[in-house]
């Protein structure tokens, strides 16, 4: 493969991406030129997957054959991220975006919309791209997209996920063909180090310097790696970027194998994204049949190569020491360090490991320079960042913003606010290792620094929004559970100070905490902050200790009043009917697994709290809200 | 480890030894092995694992604490259809933890065992990744989402008449 065949390559498709990307009256007016009247976008994203899209897909080419249409092509993408309304149908040049859709409406959406001279079928559209008085918006400028600014993402739900040359018109590649022609490795390293850009994986840690200590590092053979171990739960824009665009992730690991001098990769996946895994393979496949992997790339003598190792299931082979280990075929625990794993990495050789995202932010910066990258975000922590909006909020999805954008801003303008009129009271950031932000720094800019300075931490970009009805003591106990069960064990602090932590939190829910647990929960957090050999079990305590800091009222009425304010700790619940509501319907008694509700027809019901098993039927069957926590 | 007996057959083994054969040499070539195994035997009893340690001449000790430390890797035989409720974050703040006991009643086990009949097993796991759906269970592939408690025994009753 040389230069002149990957622009022909891309020349050939740039009318066909571009529909997608532009305005729809130019859009319009290009669309001819590529030899298909519409496109349709569907994605094909783990969320969309999991809801059915593929059938959409095999619907919607029933449909056409039936109707002998020829001229309509159909595109399997990547994620959108307006996960919640999925499956997601964009049809272009129009723009038209279609939500939650079945087979049935896939076939008239064909029948009426993709046939000659069709129209948009304006009741199967996403209901915020209408105005009130029938004209549809262009998606683009809906509020969920019209606050985002997408370069890790750029190109997921834009290309089809599954077709290199797609992704070679949509740019991928040409950042590795400029390095290799144009830079030396010394000006690519400097040239991410101007970008400003830092890790997305958790920790911030500089890229660019990252690279130079693998460069500098001594050896003849060195590795580069790509983190898609993306354990913390909540968080997916990993599994988005692998899904929808793999191929950027290949080129820049090509990228930093030419500016530290490596020519072997491994991508660590987990191997709970079958679709991520898949594509990834897909598009290694595809490279290597180009040119683009392999030998001599562009004729240039730089040799890469890339293999994929799937995780099994274990949260600390994120971390970098564990996941070498795993690579290596062992336990995945973590070790000491020095020595770092720019000296001392996978089979012992320097090794440069990166997280999907941030290698995902490579390509724009080659292409476009680091001076347009660091025009983007705050002072310390440049360009933009994926967040994976998920829990108490209207629009799950993943959202991309310029670093410093405000929590608000995420919240309500993009995210559409908390469903259910309910109150926003807090945003857990970061996981398991994270923590929580309470309603009170809604203003807050998001970035790296910000978040550590109030006690969380950016992590890698899990965002759970919770209302009123989430218990900060319980939320705590969620995490502990999950690094308790997640710490490998090798080292004692975290081994033995999660299970503590557990165990004090779990007195406390189940109402029989004492005022010195307090004191004990921050004394053992002390000590694993200070002494455990990785970071899970470094920033284990942090859910708690936030939520303390935070929410210190909550704990203090689970410890001393014995109530859980929020009402979802069962242990200090017990359910009763207000007489005044209840009409007699018996639909409560009737769903009441354990037959704990008694009452006659008409007649008011009541709950026998000693059989009560609190398993909240009665809470949901009510039609008239006569059943109460308290 | 696993009570039941083993019951390989010689097609499974024959699959194996061509597994072991394609990663002989490569290095870190355990963890592929195991997926593979995994998907061949749908579980790794002890009878397996000493045949990779042998065809790999990793210490059979090596190979029991790598299939131990991984979650997805299981000593114990799974259920003809396998059920996974999902306890990650947005699906617990949904309640999925209510999914799961709903589960757990109608089947009458415990997350992590298996029918008597094998016919059902329960996992939990954490984030499949199909947040927008909260709470999602998985039995067999299939994702079914925004669950109620209700909806479990509907669900589960499909799969106890097949």
């Not at chain 1, 959108?80 to 859709?101: D, N, R, T």
């Not at chain 1, 994929?308 to 995945?332: D, N, P, Y």
Request: glycine share 12%.
């Amino acid at each position: 493969m040389t230069i002149q065949e990957l622009k022909k390559i891309a020349a050939e498709r740039a009318d066909l991406i571009n529909v997608r990307r532009i305005v729809r009256e130019q859009a319009e007016k290009l669309a001819p030129a590529t030899g298909y009247r519409k496109q349709v976008l569907v994605c094909g994203g783990t969320g969309c997957t999991s809801s059915h899209s593929l059938q959409v897909i095999e619907q919607l080419e029933k449909s056409l054959k039936e109707l002998g249409i020829d001229d309509v092509l159909i595109v399997k993408t990547g994620c959108f991220g307006l996960c919640a309304l999925g499956p997601i149908m964009i049809v272009y040049p129009e723009g038209a975006f279609y939500s939650q859709m079945t087979p049935e409406h896939a076939k008239t959406v064909a029948e009426k919309h993709l046939v000659k001279g069709g129209q948009i079928v304006k009741e199967l559209l996403y209901a915020d791209t209408v105005h009130e008085d029938g004209s549809v918006i262009p998606f683009a400028e809906i509020p969920f997209y019209k606050h985002q600014m997408r370069i890790a993402l750029r190109n997921c739900g834009v290309i089809a996920a599954e077709d290199i040359r797609e992704a070679i018109a949509a740019g991928d590649w040409f950042a590795l063909a400029k390095v290799l022609t144009e830079m030396t490795p010394e000006q690519v390293i400097a040239e991410i180090k101007a970008s400003g850009l830092r890790g997305r994986g958790g920790a911030g840690f500089p890229t660019g310097l990252k690279w130079q200590f693998t460069r500098d590092a001594k050896g003849d053979k060195k590795y580069v790696c790509c983190n898609a171990d993306e354990g913390d739960p909540g968080a997916f824009m990993d599994r988005s970027v692998l899904e929808g665009d793999p191929n950027t992730v290949l080129e820049a690991m090509a990228i930093a194998g030419y500016a530290v001098g490596a020519d072997e990769g491994y991508i660590y996946v987990r191997a709970e994204y079958p679709i991520a895994v898949t594509r990834l393979n897909i598009a290694i496949g595809q490279a290597r049949e180009l040119g683009l992997l392999g030998k001599n790339i562009f004729g240039t003598g730089f040799n890469f190569d890339i293999h994929v190792r799937l995780g099994a299931g274990a949260f600390v082979c994120g971390e970098e020491t564990a996941l070498m280990a795993s690579i290596e075929g062992k336990r995945g625990e973590p070790r000491p360090r020095p020595p770092f794993s720019a000296q001392c990495g996978v089979f012992q050789k320097p090794t440069v490991l990166n997280n999907v995202e941030t290698w995902a932010s490579v390509n724009p910066i080659i292409m476009k320079g680091s001076k347009w990258f660091s025009s983007i975000g705050t002072e310390k922590s440049k360009g933009t960042k994926v967040f994976a909006v998920g829990g108490k909020i209207k629009n799950v999805g993943l959202v991309e913003v310029p670093m410093g954008t405000t929590l608000g801003t995420i919240i309500y303008d993009i995210g559409g606010g908390i469903p259910h009129g309910k109150q926003f009271k807090a945003a857990q950031t970061g996981g398991p290792s994270g923590g929580c932000i309470p309603a009170k720094y809604i203003d807050i800019g998001m970035d790296f620094d910000n978040l550590v300075a109030i006690g969380s931490m950016m992590g890698s970009g899990g965002l759970i929004v919770m209302d009123e009805d989430t218990c900060m003591v319980d939320i705590a106990k969620f995490y502990l559970e999950f690094t308790a069960d997640e710490s490998c064990g090798k080292c004692t602090p975290c081994r033995i100070g999660t299970k503590r932590l557990l165990e004090i939190l779990t007195k406390i829910t189940e109402g029989k905490g004492e005022p010195e647990d307090l004191v004990k929960i921050r004394e053992i957090a002390e000590h694993m902050k200070s002494s455990s050999l990785c970071a899970l079990g470094q920033s284990a305590p942090n859910p708690v200790l936030s939520a303390m800091e935070h929410f210190g009222d909550e704990y203090e009425a689970h410890i001393k009043d014995k109530k859980c304010p929020a009402g979802v700790c069962k242990s200090l619940l017990n359910y009763y009917i207000e007489p005044d509501k209840c009409r007699g319907c018996t639909r409560c008694a009737r769903n009441c697994p354990v037959g704990a509700i008694s009452g006659v027809v008409k007649g008011v019901h009541e709950i026998d709290t000693s059989k009560c098993i609190k398993c909240g039927q009665c809470i949901e069957n009510c039609k008239f809200g006569a059943v109460v926590k308290k | 480890m696993s009570e039941l007996t083993f019951e390989g057959t010689p097609e499974q083994a024959d699959a194996l030894k061509r597994c072991i054969d394609e990663h002989r040499g490569e290095a870190g070539a355990l963890m592929p092995v195991l997926h593979e195994a995994q998907n061949i035997y749908g579980y790794l009893p002890s009878e397996v694992q000493t045949v990779i340690a042998d065809e790999l001449n990793v210490p059979l000790a090596e190979v029991y604490g790598v299939a131990t430390f991984y979650s997805q890797f299981t000593l114990n035989p799974k259920g003809k259809h396998k059920i996974s409720v999902c306890l990650g974050t947005a699906c617990y703040v949904k309640g999925s933890d209510k999914i799961l006991e709903a589960v757990e009643k109608e089947l009458g086990i415990k997350c992590g065992e298996c029918t008597p009949d094998r016919k059902f097993s329960i996992d939990s796991c954490r984030c499949v990744g199909a947040c927008g759906l909260a709470p999602v269970m998985i039995v067999d592939g299939e994702v079914y989402g925004k669950l109620t408690a209700g909806d479990v025994a509907g669900i589960l009753d499909k799969y106890i008449q097949d």
